[in-house]
């Protein structure tokens, strides 16, 4: 009998030493299929957002978080005193996803990739007058957007890319 007493502790050690490994493993498998996630853009859930001002900072968060990237958003400034309107956006990496922050950024064209972003930011919310982004350890400088220059670099008004479903896949299928 005293040996079965002997044996409960360890039981129980190796028991929860399974658990932590099993939740380790599945964890890490939630977290490549947010990252690999992270690059898609969900259009419905987008055109919710339509017309959104970017007082509204609920609304604007929340576009922002389907965004390509937001696995990486870090701080995200809305300067609405007085006209221009600026969202800022700041991404930086974290201990859990440093590696990935690596790679996320390093395979791509930023500043293609940044500002489709901030065409699709500007397109749905109409009194935004400049996106600011700001990606810690790829450049010192911000990338940033104003509505006169991609209205002028995609023949118009921004307002017009999320019209409808069709329009906005159209842009994003071909930016």
């Given at each position: 009998m005293?040996?079965?007493?002997?044996?409960l502790?360890?039981?129980i050690?190796?028991?929860?030493?399974?658990?932590?490994?099993?939740?380790s493993?599945?964890?890490?498998?939630?977290l490549?299929?947010?990252?690999?996630n992270?690059?898609?853009?969900?259009?419905?859930?987008?055109?919710?957002?339509k017309?959104?001002?970017?007082?509204?900072n609920?609304?604007?968060?929340?576009?922002?978080?389907?965004?390509?990237?937001?696995?990486?958003?870090?701080?995200?400034?809305?300067?609405?005193?007085?006209?221009?309107?600026v969202?800022?956006?700041?991404?930086?990496?974290?201990?859990?996803?440093?590696?990935?922050?690596?790679?996320?950024?390093g395979n791509?064209?930023?500043?293609?990739?940044?500002?489709?972003?901030?065409?699709?930011?500007l397109?749905?919310?109409?009194?935004?007058?400049?996106?600011?982004f700001?990606?810690?350890?790829?450049?010192?400088?911000p990338?940033?957007?104003?509505?006169?220059n991609?209205?002028?670099?995609?023949?118009?008004?921004?307002?017009?890319?999320?019209?409808?479903?069709?329009?906005?896949?159209?842009f994003?299928?071909k930016?």
């Amino acid at each position: 009998m005293k040996n079965k007493s002997n044996l409960l502790p360890y039981t129980i050690i190796i028991l929860l030493m399974f658990i932590f490994i099993f939740c380790s493993c599945n964890n890490k498998k939630v977290l490549n299929k947010s990252i690999k996630n992270s690059s898609e853009i969900k259009v419905d859930e987008l055109l919710k957002y339509k017309n959104s001002y970017v007082g509204d900072n609920s609304k604007v968060l929340n576009i922002i978080s389907l965004l390509p990237g937001n696995n990486y958003r870090n701080e995200v400034n809305l300067q609405t005193n007085n006209k221009p309107y600026v969202i800022n956006i700041t991404y930086m990496k974290n201990k859990n996803l440093e590696e990935d922050y690596k790679n996320f950024w390093g395979n791509k064209n930023i500043d293609k990739f940044l500002q489709r972003n901030a065409v699709v930011l500007l397109s749905l919310i109409p009194n935004a007058d400049i996106v600011e982004f700001n990606v810690e350890g790829i450049n010192n400088n911000p990338y940033k957007y104003t509505r006169h220059n991609l209205e002028s670099k995609y023949g118009g008004n921004l307002k017009n890319l999320t019209r409808d479903k069709t329009s906005f896949e159209n842009f994003l299928n071909k930016y």
